[in-house]
């Protein structure tokens, strides 16, 4: 019987007509392996992920391959979206144990949820020197059968040495001057100076660097920094990676050029990409900055926002084609025939030259990713403007990819933040106000009257999974960001109380971070990863919003917190920098204070407005009129208006500035 017809995750769901007899995680799962004395079949996989949809058509609709299954496993589905602990353990085993990790993840476990087996994508049939997924069940059954003191002792030994992999908070000291240098020198090594980026192929949009690599500019003053973020920013927002009629970013790109994107769009990397965008524009004025955090943005709020006022996940790479072929990229991807057929045989040609679409393509089948191959002269842009006018028309025309409406709430966290600062920077207040929903959703359904955060919702019903580290640290990230645009003190209480459970559930005795609450279910191991993947680390993501908070309310305990988190940073920045980017941007805030901006005045106004466009790294705002704003924003104790006039105090390392009235002044002190 296949048990996923009543879960909330649409990628479980995916599943729940396979002929397998799909478990869900759970204790009852493991019961039934112990019972019936066969190993756990366990797959891990997401809803928009490409070869995890291919590995379910292969193998897990085939009725041959289920009936196997159902006999000698027992086999359990597990969203990693939904479940990053569970993930992030099996990754980890499946990383040590073959030098690889991705998805689909396939790892036998025994009754006890030790791995003795693993793997990611198995064919239907030996290929690329990889063996059949037949193969391999009937390779496991064999050896559970014939040689299972073997199997007992490989579990054993992949257990312990997982348990012997705990982290100490302090191994690096506070990073300093010295490791930020060392940082900067390592990502100039890595820089790919022709087409940016960092490394080869595939490439992934370095968002977490970048926010680095500009706080370290602001403070420092240093060019290479800029120069490599507003480079990469310019090739990413003119390569494949990038929609050029829809905005918005996939994945990553397959090619070191950014040409050919995994056309899977994620949530995460909107929000995080939105944001660099956004900062990069206030550290440049660069009109192709604002174009795409505007862009992306509004791809968010458009095609992302549920009806409760959340963000979904993801949106497949995959969907029907013209001939109903359910493929990679079909939504995204033309031909100069279909150019021809939306634009006519004058623009076509010219929206070919500009967009790179070829005879030959640069994807499958002759088909080409639309790319920017030069920017529009200024007697073109009113006619570029037309031509993706209409091929968006058309576009929407075709069968979209399915959306993963369930709702993450670290995601929602990113997608708050980026949404406040760029409607705050570019006078969008809609975008404010959509931040502002995604935030009351959070709070609503999210922690609800359990104070404590769950992971994930879904059509306005919260999930089963309690929030992992980095949810607590993404969603107080926005909220504190939400607070310093609005001047709604709520906001920064809210960050409160999800940074004092941080304190209180996620960190060991010497100042470490565990990435589940010290009451969360018990794995083999306690998940603890500091470095970068897709998103920030839930370890410095909690970090910088530690240090934020201190700065907002002059905590000793969440300063101290922060310090003791960011000594990872020092022992890993300077030889992985590249992987834990948000560590070192939270160390740049660290180290320029962070600075206390308190304006006392109308919010919206000119000078919080330009407090909000400081540069300085880290740098937190509170804003407020009213005589009891100081019940809500501590730095607006005792801070009134100066000669009737909206005024601005900056403080920094324990030292303030003189209070003043004028927003140049106030840009000055914030230029980093």
């Known amino acids: 019987m296949n048990r996923l017809a009543g879960v909330t995750s649409p990628y479980l769901l995916q599943h729940a007509d396979n002929p397998v007899d799909w478990w869900p995680w759970s204790p009852e799962a493991f019961e039934e392996a112990r019972r019936r004395d066969v190993p756990v079949l366990l797959s891990v996989g997401y809803a928009s992920c490409h070869w995890c949809h291919v590995m379910a058509h292969e193998s897990f609709e085939d009725t041959a391959v289920a009936e196997y299954l159902n006999v000698h496993f027992v086999p359990v589905k597990v969203d990693r979206e939904e479940r990053p602990d569970v993930d992030a353990v099996y990754m980890e085993a499946v990383q040590a144990a073959t030098g690889q990790g991705g998805w689909p993840m396939t790892v036998f476990l025994t009754a006890d949820a030790e791995p003795f087996y693993f793997g990611t994508y198995f064919p239907p049939e030996p290929r690329h020197g990889m063996p059949a997924f037949r193969q391999v069940l009937e390779g496991v059954v064999a050896a559970w059968s014939d040689r299972r003191e073997e199997v007992a002792e490989v579990a054993g030994r992949i257990v312990r040495d997982l348990a012997g992999r705990s982290l100490t908070a302090g191994e690096g000291g506070l990073p300093g001057e010295a490791e930020l240098a060392q940082a900067l020198l390592r990502l100039t090594r890595d820089y790919d100076e022709k087409h940016g980026g960092f490394g080869g192929a595939p490439k992934f949009p370095p968002s977490m660097v970048i926010e680095f690599l500009l706080r370290h500019h602001a403070r420092t003053g240093a060019e290479g920094a800029l120069q490599m973020a507003a480079d990469s920013c310019a090739a990413m927002a003119h390569g494949g990676i990038y929609d050029q009629l829809g905005g918005g970013f996939a994945r990553y790109s397959v090619d070191r050029e950014w040409i050919v994107p995994h056309f899977e769009k994620m949530l995460y990397d909107n929000a995080l990409l939105c944001r660099v965008y956004a900062h990069l524009w206030r550290a440049t004025g660069s009109d192709l900055a604002r174009r795409v955090a505007l862009e992306t943005a509004d791809f968010m ?372």
């Open 301 to 672: 709020v458009r095609e992302l926002r549920t009806a409760e006022g959340g963000f979904a996940s993801a949106l497949d790479a995959d969907s029907e084609d013209a001939q109903g072929r359910h493929v990679e990229g079909a939504f995204y991807v033309w031909t100069p025939a279909q150019l021809r057929e939306v634009l006519g045989e004058e623009d076509a040609g010219f929206a070919a030259g500009y967009f790179g679409v070829t005879e030959e393509g640069t994807f499958e089948e002759g088909s080409s990713v639309l790319r920017l191959m030069r920017d529009a002269e200024p007697d073109e842009e009113a006619r570029v403007a037309g031509v993706r006018a209409r091929l968006l028309a058309a576009r929407e025309l075709r069968a979209r990819p399915e959306r993963d409406d369930k709702i993450v709430a670290a995601w929602n966290g990113l997608a708050i933040a980026a949404l406040a600062e760029t409607g705050a920077y570019f006078d969008r207040p809609d975008l404010i106000e959509r931040a502002t929903e995604a935030a009351d959703l959070l709070v609503r359904v999210h922690m609800g009257e359990a104070a404590r955060l769950c992971r994930t919702s879904r059509d306005g019903r919260a999930g089963d999974n309690s929030g992992v580290l980095e949810d607590h640290g993404d969603v107080a990230e926005g909220f504190l960001a939400l607070a310093s645009v609005t001047g709604e003190g709520a906001w920064l209480d809210f960050a409160g109380f999800l940074l004092d459970i941080v304190l209180e559930r996620f960190t060991g005795e010497d100042g470490q971070l565990f990435d589940t609450a010290d009451d969360a279910e018990r794995l083999i191991r306690r998940p603890q990863d500091p470095t970068d993947s897709a998103t920030p680390a839930g370890w410095t993501a909690a970090a910088g919003a530690l240090l934020s908070y201190a700065a907002h309310t002059g905590s000793e305990a969440h300063r101290t917190a922060a310090e003791r988190a960011l000594g990872i940073v020092g022992a890993l920045g300077p030889k992985a920098p590249r992987f834990i980017g948000w560590g070192l941007a939270v160390a740049e805030a660290l180290l320029d204070g962070p600075r206390e901006v308190a304006v006392a005045g109308p919010v919206g106004g000119e000078l919080h407005r330009t407090a909000l466009l400081g540069r300085a790294p880290g740098a937190v705002v509170a804003a407020g009129e009213e005589a009891d704003a100081g019940t809500e924003f501590p730095l607006l104790v005792d801070r009134p208006l100066v000669g009737g006039e909206p005024t601005a105090y900056v403080c920094r390392h324990f030292v303030c500035d003189a209070p003043t009235t004028d927003a140049g002044e106030l840009a000055a002190k914030l230029g980093g």
